[in-house]
């Protein structure tokens, strides 16, 4: 740990105590957490910072991730009361990509970790929807169909989450940390929508991500414990 993690920490353990419901107490803690924050030019927005913590996952989506994957990101995040930023670099001779989540407490973790379980299933399962289509179809076709199937299976899956709202103190660190890491510049995650060009044979295949992705089993839990993300069914399973 260094010098600066020193004091943020001693700063938050400080204004934590702060809190409490002994006035003099809280009174205390609360001048000794201004006097070091003085001493030390540090800002309420550098001690909300300090809890935030950031964990990737990898990503095969590439440079402009598909509307599905985009999908499944934000689900994981909403769940587990995190934010999500993706991230395109250029290596060797192609494109590759991480989300990183980013929270308080473990939930950064957790949400990596069952971020890279669900998109192996995802593409385990919709790599097997296109091969049990048509094989005179175009291929354009069958790569419509399949991300079609993929937002159903993603659909499907968002509906057994139950949303993690984040608590205030929660929300402030995110705030702050995106306010000095990203400035103006976070935009809102897009991904490429074939489903614009969709026509009326495609819509089968929404349906049938949907069957299958109700199939998927996915235990939220709490944050600090991995969680156990199961696929009880899907094309080719």
């Known amino acids: 740990m260094t010098r600066h993690e ?28 201004q006097e070091l924050m003085e001493k030390y030019g540090v800002s309420h ?8 913590s950031i964990c990737t996952a990898d990503s095969r989506a590439g440079r402009v991730p598909p509307k599905h994957i ?13 934010a999500a930023v993706y991230r395109p670099y250029y290596l060797g001779d192609k494109w590759r990509a991480r989300f990183e989540f980013y929270g308080t407490d473990a939930s950064p973790k957790v949400a990596a970790y069952t971020y890279e379980v669900l998109e192996r299933q995802l593409t385990k399962s919709r790599t097997a929807y296109i091969g049990s289509l048509n094989k005179r179809l175009k ?6 169909r399949g991300d079609m199937y993929a937002s159903g299976w993603v659909q499907a899956v968002s509906d057994k989450i139950t949303p993690r709202s984040r608590t205030e103190t929660e929300a402030k660190a995110i705030k702050a940390y995106e306010a000095k890491q990203f400035g103006d510049g976070l935009r809102s995650m897009k991904g490429r929508d074939l489903s614009t060009k969709a026509r009326n044979h495609d819509y089968g295949a929404l349906v049938d991500g949907m069957a299958d992705g109700s199939n998927v089993e996915f235990r ?8 156990k993300v199961l696929a009880g069914g899907g094309a080719g399973s």
């Open 139 to 144: 291929r354009n076709t069958k790569v419509r």
């Open 6 to 33: 020193d004091i943020l920490r001693k700063i938050s353990a400080c204004l934590a105590l702060a809190q409490s419901d002994n006035p003099h107490e809280a009174a205390a803690a609360l001048a000794r957490a």
């Open 45 to 52: 927005d550098d001690v909300a910072i300090s809890d935030v």
């Open 220 to 227: 939220q839990g709490v944050a600090g414990e991995r969680q």
């Open 70 to 82: 985009v999908m499944l990101a934000r689900m994981v995040a909403l769940a587990f009361g995190v």
